[in-house]
């Protein structure tokens, strides 16, 4: 069972470029979310989904887009790169929302020059 | 605003004693608590989550409390091995919302 799956492991982008991270899970977990994890800082939520088709706001939102077209898969965007998004992103999903045990990915080590 | 804050960044203790972590947090009425292991270059593995209305969970070598009125949970590692070396994270949820901690690193010495 793989669980929740996240690639890339790791990239490097230039200001300005754009880039896709995908997540996907095989739990059948109607919820997802988008968490970014920064040195001293506890887990912050970008984006969240509670099923297909429904998406909203985490609590650091900007320069991030998503979408939810299946259950499965959960696409977070970087519209424009910048050096303040040179994080570890996580994707993480639940059976039913945000607020229960979440199961996480391995994590998409970013960098942004 | 509400603050989650974890005893300290790293906490170092001999193989076999109990590791002792504290997660405090204010502005906050949680409905539960949950906590979770995070080893380096991975995502976050669940341990446990305690409700408001119990003051005591365990899970084999695993121990936690949850002290609504302090406002903190400790969690504890009895007869600690360095294979429970990692990061461990507190997180707090209620009414659809969840906050993490920054999480303390564990380490134990063999």
């Known amino acids: 069972n793989a669980g929740v799956t996240q690639t890339p492991k790791f990239q490097v982008l230039k200001t300005g470029q754009s880039m896709t991270l995908q997540c996907a899970q095989d739990?059948?977990?109607?919820?997802m979310s988008w968490y970014r994890q920064d040195p001293g800082m506890g887990l912050r939520l970008i984006h969240y989904?509670?099923?297909?088709?429904?998406?909203d706001q985490g609590e650091v939102p900007n320069g991030y887009n998503v979408s939810r077209s299946t259950t499965e898969d959960f696409p977070l965007r970087l519209l424009s790169a910048a050096p303040s998004q040179t994080s570890v992103y996580f994707c993480?999903?639940?059976?039913?929302?945000?607020?229960?045990?979440?199961?996480f990915g391995s994590g998409t080590q970013l960098s942004v020059l | 605003s509400q603050k989650i804050e974890q005893n300290s960044e790293a906490l170092n203790i001999q193989e076999g004693k109990t590791a002792t972590l504290t997660c405090n947090y204010t502005?906050?009425?949680?409905?539960?608590l949950q906590w979770y292991r995070q080893d380096p270059g991975r995502g976050p593995v669940f341990l446990l989550l305690?409700?408001?209305?119990?003051k005591e969970k365990r899970k084999e070598r695993l121990k936690v409390t949850f002290d609504t009125t302090l406002k903190q949970s400790l969690f504890h590692i009895t007869a600690s091995q360095p294979a429970d070396s990692a990061t461990y994270l507190c997180?707090?949820?209620?009414?659809?919302?969840?906050?993490f901690g920054a999480g303390t690193r564990l380490t134990v010495k063999p």
């Open positions: 993480a999903s639940s059976t039913r929302g945000r607020s229960e045990k979440l199961f």
């Open positions: 739990m059948n977990h109607e919820y």
């Open positions: 989904s509670v099923g297909a088709g429904i998406t």
């Open positions: 502005n906050y009425s949680p409905a539960y």
């Open positions: 305690i409700r408001e209305n119990e």
């Open positions: 997180a707090l949820g209620g009414n659809n919302d969840m906050r």
